[in-house]
């Protein structure tokens, strides 16, 4: 009964491995930076990727999207996601892998530990969301956001502006 199992696993290793290798044969698309926008008063009021800019104007595109907003309203930008979505996206992993793995390693019938695959989904879903959630909020350790104060100042916009900029396609 333990090679049945065990041959599953590695079965499911070899297979995405495959899947890793084909996707990796694809044409890297380049992404336009992940930003968030936050008003004078600190509030966010817009997050996407940016789509173009101009002297007065930054545009941001979320999904189907697209909102344009005036440099005057902008207090400051910060790059990359929040550390919260480094851990949401970190527990959902771990606590995924967990479940495969301890419902794949089910068997009722064992002498010591005994449990069923719904039993072992569980399980993995309690103890590997938190263990996921932990590493990624390790993973915000390195992740290199950047704050850009510019409160409704076209000459601070103008210095990084650059930085901003969309390559034509």
């Known amino acids: 009964m333990r090679t049945l199992s065990a041959l599953k696993i590695i079965s499911a290793f070899c ?14 698309v380049s992404k336009e930076p992940f930003i968030r926008i936050y008003n004078l008063e600190g509030k966010k009021v817009l997050k996407g990727r940016v789509v173009g800019v101009t002297n007065s ?33 970190g527990a959902s992993a771990a606590s995924a892998i967990a479940a495969v793995t301890f419902a794949a ?10 449990y069923t695959a719904g039993e072992g989904i569980l399980a993995g879903f309690i103890l590997g969301t938190p263990v996921g959630a932990g590493i990624g909020a ?14 409704g100042e076209p000459t601070k916009w103008m210095e990084i502006m650059p930085l901003f900029q969309v390559p034509s396609a």
Not at 15 to 28: P, R, T, V
Not at 138 to 151: C, G, M, P, V
Request: net charge neutral; aromatic share 8%.
């Open 138 to 151: 390790l993973t915000a350790l390195f992740k290199k956001s950047r704050q850009y104060e510019i409160n």
């Open 105 to 114: 390693e089910a068997d009722p019938d064992a002498w010591i530990f005994g």
């Open 57 to 89: 104007t930054i545009t941001v595109i979320r999904g189907d999207e697209t909102r344009e907003m005036n440099v005057s309203e902008v207090g400051f930008i910060r790059t990359k996601h929040s550390v919260g979505h480094n851990v949401l996206i």
């Open 15 to 28: 297979i995405s491995l495959l899947c890793f290798g084909l996707q990796a044969q694809n044409k890297s």
